[in-house]
């Protein structure tokens, strides 16, 4: 099924047809009229006041990709205006994240911070203009003036002050003279807009927090709203690529630019990313990282892009959702069976297969001589025939899934049960000859079986059939390991779906995380390097766990399970319109 662009086109990537978006053509068509003198030039601007998030992700792959596809440049800007919040782990976190993601920045990696200077005196010019003053209102009684959405504001009783007292005052809150959150500098606008954002917004605030790159130098620093589009002026950015809410914004953002007759880039905007079962508010991401609902913004249950790494997801599936998912101007919510099923069609190409019994029961074959062991050929990957051939060891001791084993089968279950036989992946056909049990609790200890050698994998006799080929590991050659069972954080698809939106941690899933600390892998894994990926046969996509995987003992972390809701999802749509044409 194609993606059609907003146009009726499409781009092409590769093989694949790319869906186009409005963001494409309007930076297509201004290069065929040629303005910016034929430039493009991006940037992506985060906060440093937490990690990235999945979120985030959309906005690197379109604001990189965007300059990549059109020959322009991307800079990488953090608008680090308010230091109480922003820390130096954010910024290097992030340029880790964006390189991770797979684009570079070059030597444009600036910040807000960089301009502090020049911004000051954007601001005095527009308060020698007449077009900004300061206000002595503190944040209570300014929103008591600020109005509502249908009643305008009032002017503040120190918006006529005159030229000379505003500057007198604004380098007098420069140099340190006044309290924090007692004075601040405002645009001097329209009380009565429509637009909230226009009534005379604030410029600059009283703030004596240190600054992780300028230290103590200001006491004031400058707001978002003001700092954002003039440091896109002064990098020459031609278009400032933002999300959805900043829409409002963008009169404001034009004001300011226009007022000061500088360099003016076109903003636009785009709806952000929303995800099923996941909140992508830092501010909620944060909240669960201090109250501890996760162990860190790394914690493989988090939407950050550090999580996602840390569970095994490939900046290739990342960037394939991305562009997948398409860019468009109205939010909605985007199933993560579709992210899953990114991850899934990239892990089936690149990550070799192995076994691993995650909840090991012992079988033992009475008929398979003692200290005997067999090398097995078993396939790396049949997706990529490149990958080789591995071999394994087979014994007459071995475990099995405790689920792949029922003492009294249900109707339908094809696996080992008393009486009842399956095949070893790569092996032999075995059959269940008895069950050992613990005389005091009942629980099942051993399995009993005996093999059939003539049916070994890959020998001229080996094609007897039977219902069903089960996963193994020899006893004596495996490796212990910790294996990380995770499932969605939050239990509703919606976590916000609460009758009070603060009670959003309600929604938070008890089984988000499962241990299991006696699982047995194959030998082949023994050396496996922290962030390497792998199949387990018939369980799913694991990674070694970059963080807590000492030399002693591997740790796993699930990255997705094998059964692909999206892909059946689609299917059943496609079916649908198949039978109503």
């Known amino acids: 099924m194609e993606s059609k662009a907003a146009d009726g086109g499409d781009k092409t990537a ?98 807000a911070s960089d301009y502090f200077a020049q911004l000051y005196d954007f601001a005095i010019q527009l308060i020698q203009s007449g ?19 249908t009643e305008p504001g009032k002017n503040s009783p120190f918006r006529d002050r005159s030229i000379d007292e505003n500057l007198d005052l604004f380098r007098r809150m420069r140099a340190g003279e006044f309290p924090d959150g007692s004075r601040t500098l405002r645009a001097k606008i329209d009380m009565a807009s429509p637009n909230i954002n226009m009534r005379d917004p604030v410029m600059y605030r009283v703030l004596r927090a240190s600054h992780h790159r300028t230290g103590d130098a200001w006491c004031i620093y400058p707001t978002y ?38 360099h003016h880039p076109q903003q636009i905007e785009f709806a952000r990313l929303n995800i099923t079962h996941t909140v992508l508010s830092k501010r909620k991401l944060l909240q669960l990282v201090q109250q501890e609902y996760v162990d860190g913004w790394d914690d493989p249950r988090m939407p950050t892009l550090a999580g996602f790494r840390r569970r095994g997801y490939t900046p290739e599936a990342i960037r394939n959702f991305c562009e997948r998912i398409g860019v468009a101007k109205r939010n909605s919510v985007v199933d993560i069976a579709m992210l899953e ?90 059959k269940c000859v008895g069950v050992d049990k613990d005389p005091v609790t009942g629980a099942i200890q051993e399995l009993r079986c005996t093999y059939d050698p003539e049916t070994k994998s890959g020998s001229s006799r080996s094609g007897r059939k039977v219902k069903a080929t089960i996963h193994w590991v020899s006893a004596a050659h ?20 609460v009758p009070e939106r603060s009670d959003w941690l309600a929604n938070i899933n008890p089984n988000s995380l499962e241990r299991l600390t006696s699982c047995r892998i194959e030998p082949y894994l023994v050396d496996a390097k922290p962030g390497s990926r792998y199949q387990f046969e018939r369980l799913g996509y694991f990674c070694v766990d970059s963080e807590e995987s000492p030399p002693t003992k591997l740790v796993f972390n699930r990255s997705v399970s094998l059964r692909d809701m999206w892909a059946k999802k689609e299917k059943t749509v496609g079916d649908s319109r198949r039978n109503r044409s």
Request: glycine share 6%; aromatic share 12%; charged share 30%.
């Open 225 to 262: 709203d003001f700092a954002h589009g003039q440091s896109d002026s002064i990098e020459g950015i031609t278009h400032s690529i933002c999300t959805l809410e900043f829409e409002d914004h963008r009169p404001l953002y034009d004001w300011f630019l226009d007022q000061l007759s500088i």
């Open 14 to 111: 590769g093989n694949e047809a790319v869906p186009s978006h409005f963001i494409r053509n309007i930076v297509s068509e201004d290069l065929k009229q040629g303005k910016n003198g034929g430039r493009v030039h991006t940037r992506f601007p985060p906060e440093p006041n937490g990690y990235l998030h999945i979120g985030h992700a959309k906005s690197i792959c379109l604001n990189f990709g965007l300059a990549a596809e059109f020959g322009g440049m991307c800079n990488l800007r953090f608008d680090d205006t308010n230091p109480s919040k922003e820390d130096i782990e954010y910024v290097e976190s992030i340029k880790e994240d964006v390189r991770w993601l797979g684009f570079d920045w070059g030597d444009r990696e600036f910040y």
């Open 478 to 497: 495996a490796v212990e390991a910790e294996v990380r069972l995770y499932e969605h954080l939050f239990t509703k698809e919606d976590p916000e779906d």
């Open 131 to 149: 077009k900004a003053f300061v206000c002595d209102l503190n944040a209570e009684q300014m929103r008591e003036y600020r109005g509502t959405l």
């Open 341 to 430: 099923h990114c991850l899934r069609e990239d892990l089936n190409k690149r990550a070799p297969r192995v076994m691993a019994v995650l909840r090991p029961i012992k079988v033992v074959l009475e008929n398979y001589p003692e200290g005997q062991i067999e090398e097995l050929d078993a396939v790396n990957n049949p997706e990529d025939p490149a990958m080789g051939t591995r071999k394994i060891p087979f014994s007459r001791v071995f475990y099995i899934e405790q689920d792949d084993f029922r003492e009294e089968p249900p109707k339908g279950f094809f696996r080992l049960s008393p009486g009842k036989e399956v095949r070893l992946r790569y092996a032999y056909i075995i």
